[in-house]
């Protein structure tokens, strides 16, 4: 399968953690905290209102799988997702834990936005590896 730019900018199938039908969540080359990740679409959609409906309810599904799996690796406080599409054009958002001042993990940007320039110790591969293991489907409720 031929994958975009934005795509290909984060990592590609090398950072993949878990595929989806309309969207891949790669863990993030440059770990502004650790167990950064970006949300890739597939779409060539350079807008989010030009993404297909389905693209949205299954957007509800992987932040659930998302917030699940980071609960159990690594426990941020807190979740920020920031879709800015300036450098890299193609729809996704970064998806960035973030630990307050009682964690054990490294925030160069708590309490404030996420220091995206900023890079934290923490090796991608290894990063992808932790999330990819404990992958975790939420389960919905009736």
Request: aromatic fraction near 8%.
């Amino acid at each position: 399968m031929t994958h975009h730019a934005t795509y290909e900018k984060f990592g590609g199938d090398e950072m993949l953690i878990r595929a989806y039908e309309h969207w891949s969540v790669l863990c993030r080359p440059a770990q502004a905290t650790k167990g950064s990740m970006v949300l890739v679409a597939k779409s060539d959609a350079l807008a989010f209102a030009a993404l297909p409906a389905a693209a949205f309810s299954e957007l509800h599904e992987i932040i659930g799988a998302i917030e699940a799996t980071q609960a159990v690796t690594f426990a941020p406080d807190k979740m920020n997702y920031l879709m800015l599409m300036m450098v890299d054009p193609h729809v996704h958002y970064h998806v960035i834990p973030r630990y307050g001042p009682d964690h054990d993990l490294e925030d160069p940007g708590w309490p404030g936005p996420p220091a995206l320039a900023q890079t934290v110790d923490a090796d991608a591969a290894t990063v992808r590896d932790t999330l990819k293991a404990a992958w975790s489907e939420p389960t919905t409720g009736s």
